[in-house]
């Protein structure tokens, strides 16, 4: 298996998408967002499509799309209460034009599929350096605002007193969701973006007692489920998104168990 260079380039492509997902998905949490990140992923879908249509290529298409819903919900709704309908508003328009847009591209089912579904195997050089490079560009952004991020997520109506915009740091940080949402449509698709996103961070949430002990967990779970997932699909031939979404929801189940009885021993 890891003597195909196929092989190779798919557990390096994972292996990115997982650490900025699970970096990106914790504090997605932490900021409870995580709404936010499923309506990008079809707004995401619209986007591509859409590209698709005009003979632009989808993942700029995507990219694009995520990255004007990600600013549109920060700018409208950097409080929590504000947030949701801003999401939801965003959220059914895409879903609108994403329909119409499939209306006119049913002729192109198997790249509907890739889209929606993800095909990490797919995945060429070209990709690959496009996907480093974004990451890059990811992490940069958040090492660079990760305290003003934290104090903002944690202790909103102090930072705002302090002088921290949180409308700029919810545009950025929305941004950036969008960013790593189109880096994982390779991997796990569009519609499956929250088994890396979400699933690895919920679990570190659970099991950690600190913010940075639970970004290293959430990363390294990440890791694990999506290099698992591309183990047990060569194994079982079965897609590499469903053993990933399938790993994300059990090893989040004994995650539940594990806290259940931790909290059983404190008491």
Aim: contains cysteine; proline residues 2%.
């Amino acid at each position: 298996m890891f003597s195909l260079e196929f092989m190779q380039t798919a557990f390096i492509a994972s292996g990115i998408v997982a650490i900025i997902c699970g970096l990106v998905g914790y504090f997605l949490l932490i900021r409870r967002e995580a709404f936010a990140g499923h309506a990008l992923s079809h707004v995401g879908f619209a986007g591509a499509t859409g590209a698709s249509l005009v003979g632009v290529s989808p993942f700029l298409g995507l990219l694009v799309f995520s990255l004007g819903a990600g600013g549109l919900i920060g700018a409208i709704g950097p409080k929590l209460k504000d947030r949701d309908i801003a999401i939801g508003l965003v959220l059914s328009t895409s879903m609108g034009l994403g329909l119409l847009f499939l209306h006119f591209y049913t002729r192109y089912a198997s790249q509907v599929t890739g889209l929606l579904f993800g095909n990490i195997f797919s995945v060429d050089t070209q990709t690959l350096y496009g996907l480093i490079i974004l990451s890059l560009v990811c992490c940069a952004v958040m090492l660079f605002f990760m305290r003003p991020l934290l104090f903002a997520s944690l202790q909103p109506d102090l930072a705002e007193a302090k002088g921290v915009s949180l409308r700029r740091v919810s545009i950025l940080f929305l941004g950036l969701v969008a960013c790593v949402t189109a880096a994982c449509v390779q991997v796990t698709g569009i519609l499956l973006t929250f088994s890396l996103m979400v699933g690895p961070a919920a679990v570190a949430r659970q099991l950690s007692t600190t913010v940075w002990k639970g970004v290293f967990l959430s990363i390294i779970l990440a890791i694990a489920e999506a290099w698992g997932g591309i183990i047990i699909a060569w194994i079982t031939d079965y897609p590499v998104s469903f053993w990933i979404s399938l790993l994300s929801f059990a090893i989040y189940l004994f995650s539940l168990l594990i806290s259940k009885k931790l909290s059983l021993i404190r008491k």
